[in-house]
């Protein structure tokens, strides 16, 4: 099993910034790509970004230039820097993280964009 921990969400305003962090721990092991994903009300959940044991980096065409995923493999997080932030983004951000073993999801960190 795999444990993730989301923390930063919060309210701000159109044009702001927030940092997201989602901290893994357990059976973490063999990890092929860790992510992030979101849910707005009434919405499917959808793609945000994603970062392969590689480095290799996926974004939404929506976030693109905007957002910006890392990883910190001494620290089993992966982190994502939202920038120029707009109402649109509003929703949860789940944190997905991927190993041999299977997919896990966070329970989800609240960003609302508004002024």
């Known amino acids: 099993q795999v444990q993730l921990v989301e923390s930063g969400g919060g309210l701000v305003q159109p044009g702001g910034s927030l940092r997201l962090s989602c901290a893994a721990s357990g059976s973490i092991f063999s990890t092929y790509a860790m992510g992030w994903y979101r849910q707005a009300p009434g919405k499917q959940r959808d793609l945000v970004a994603t970062?392969?044991?590689?480095?290799?980096?996926n974004y939404a065409d929506s976030v693109k230039g905007r957002f910006t995923i890392s990883r910190d493999n001494a620290k089993n997080r992966v982190y994502l820097q939202m920038n120029s932030l707009k109402p649109e983004d509003t929703a949860v951000y789940y944190c997905w993280w991927q190993t041999i073993r299977g997919g896990y999801w966070g329970q989800g960190t609240q960003v609302t964009v508004s002024s």
């Open positions: 970062i392969t044991d590689t480095s290799h980096t």
